[in-house]
């Protein structure tokens, strides 16, 4: 999916993503073009700088997402996708019927960051679906991914039943919550000398402040995109995607020095009820460096005048307002499905983090799209990284644990926990104690999130 498909109350809740990270680095040129075994299609590379191919793939993106791509957003916001990195699917008769596309990105790892794929933009025409077009354009996109060097790929899924099959694991969950107008909220030292100013939000004046706040503030499971137009594109106003709220605004909050210490890019909706007025804030990408700016910029979000309620999601689900809350029951909490990770090179990938406790584990991995992956890995390491070694057949070494790609990728950012993996039966012990002893290693003191929406 893209911010362009995203009803506005949804992008509200779930923004585009950052580039605070920012590297200009362009990843090498992908050849591979898997084909679908159905008669008459072919897997074709997409140029989103040439008019008709552009103009074919949002002809696609209505077909496939159900809505109608704004004459604005054409205008307003910049258009993402980039060349060497979009694939469609052509049918002989009707032309383009199948997309995808991905973003060159840098994924925080416990530790650290790696690069990584950002698959967006997955759409079939509800007339060619189920005849194995996904497929194709997902086996082509994890080649293309592990032909480039990115040992990880992650995505937001539409639905969360089409992505296990291709290998990737739900890594991080999070929560949406509503809160009342005037929520009681925990004190928390260091508030006081915090000023919070609501102000029109521009890209001129807070592009910067926005993407220096989410990067000293982001998780593991933050995906920064390499290009800043996808951060510009948060400062875009689209009327259709607006849904009849005001034009964006922004909460800064600074310290006594005029530092700014949390934002949030934020509307309010107006509302008229039977008792009075109920409008609705609608709480959009934010970031807050430490729990007194936090508690500052929700405390004035949580008391403007006419609204009744603050919507927001894609909380961590330790996030810290959640601590702040005195009645936690209050805020209406829903957990969802947050960012999807898949590992693409497993070496790469798993030295390329931190682990939380010594490990020196052997997990036996299965992956059927790709072969490379699949075998026994001897995991050594701890808080300065690992060493991520193949075993040889024969090898006499036990194998602690017996996964899935895709539960390794679960458990990749440290907030899926092996044990429970265990626990649940997806991931086999193979030595008695492995599970819980690897669980300490690839666990993290933080929950990971991705506030990006891609
Ligand atoms: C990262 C992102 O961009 S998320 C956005 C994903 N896009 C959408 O949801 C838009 C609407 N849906 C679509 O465009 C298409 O239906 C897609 C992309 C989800 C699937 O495309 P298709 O070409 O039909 O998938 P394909 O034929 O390769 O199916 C592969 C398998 O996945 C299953 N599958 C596909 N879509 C779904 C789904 N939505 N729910 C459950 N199973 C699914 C198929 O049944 C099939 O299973 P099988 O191998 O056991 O027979």
Redesign the pocket.
């Known amino acids: 999916?893209?911010l362009t498909e995203v009803p506005a109350a949804e992008q509200e809740q779930r923004p585009d993503a950052s580039s605070a990270a920012s590297v200009p680095a362009s990843a090498p040129t992908a050849s591979v073009l898997v084909q679908?075994g159905a008669p008459g299609y072919t897997t074709v590379e997409l140029d989103p700088t040439d008019d008709a191919d552009k103009a074919a793939m949002i002809d696609v993106d209505e077909?496939?997402?159900?809505f109608v791509y704004p004459t604005e957003a054409l205008e307003n916001t910049h258009f993402v996708p980039e060349k060497g990195r979009t694939v469609g699917v052509r049918h002989e008769r009707d032309g383009l019927v199948?997309v995808?596309a991905s973003y060159e990105a840098d994924l925080r790892v416990p530790g650290g960051a790696v690069p990584a794929a950002g698959?967006?933009?997955?759409?079939?025409?509800?007339g060619?679906?189920?005849?194995?077009?996904?497929?194709?354009?997902?086996t082509t996109h994890l080649q293309r991914t592990a032909e480039r060097g990115e040992p990880v790929s992650a995505?937001?899924?539409?639905?969360p039943?089409?992505?296990g099959?291709y290998g990737y694991g739900l890594a991080a969950r999070s929560v949406d919550v509503q809160l009342g107008r005037g929520v009681a909220l925990r004190d928390v030292p260091g508030t006081e000398g915090l000023t919070c100013s609501l102000e029109r939000a521009s890209e001129d004046r807070h592009l910067a402040l926005v993407a220096d706040l989410l990067d000293r503030a982001a998780r593991p499971g933050e995906l920064f995109p390499r290009r800043d137009a996808h951060l510009r594109n948060y400062f875009a106003e689209v009327p259709d995607w607006r849904e009849g709220a005001e034009l964006r605004r922004i909460a800064v909050v600074r310290d006594a020095d005029g530092d700014p210490r949390a934002f949030c890019l934020f509307r309010r909706k107006e509302s008229w009820g039977p008792t009075g007025p109920e409008g609705t804030v609608r709480a959009g990408l934010w970031a807050a460096v430490d729990g007194a700016a936090n508690r500052a910029l929700w405390g004035t979000l949580t008391d403007l005048d006419l609204m009744g309620t603050v919507r927001l999601g894609g909380l961590a689900v330790d996030a810290p307002l959640l601590g702040q809350l005195v009645n936690l029951r209050s805020a209406k909490l829903r957990t969802a499905d947050n960012v999807?990770v898949r590992i693409v090179d497993l070496p790469a990938a798993l030295s390329a983090r931190a682990y939380a406790a010594p490990v020196d584990v052997v997990l036996e991995v299965t992956d059927t799209v790709l072969p490379a992956n699949a075998g026994r890995w001897r995991v050594e390491g701890g808080p300065s990284g690992a060493r991520v070694t193949r075993l040889a057949d024969g090898d006499p070494t036990p194998s602690g644990l017996a996964l899935d790609v895709a539960e390794l990728g679960a458990a990749y950012l440290g907030g899926i926990g092996l044990a429970s993996l265990v626990a649940a039966g997806l991931v086999r012990e193979v030595t008695p104690g492995a599970g819980a002893a690897a669980a300490a290693a690839f666990g993290w003191p933080l929950a990971p999130v991705c506030m990006a929406d891609f």
């Open positions: 999916m893209t679908p077909w496939a997402f159900s199948a995808h698959l967006t933009w997955v759409g079939v025409h509800p060619h679906r189920r005849r194995g077009l996904a497929t194709a354009m997902l995505l937001f899924a539409a639905e039943e089409i992505y099959r999807w």
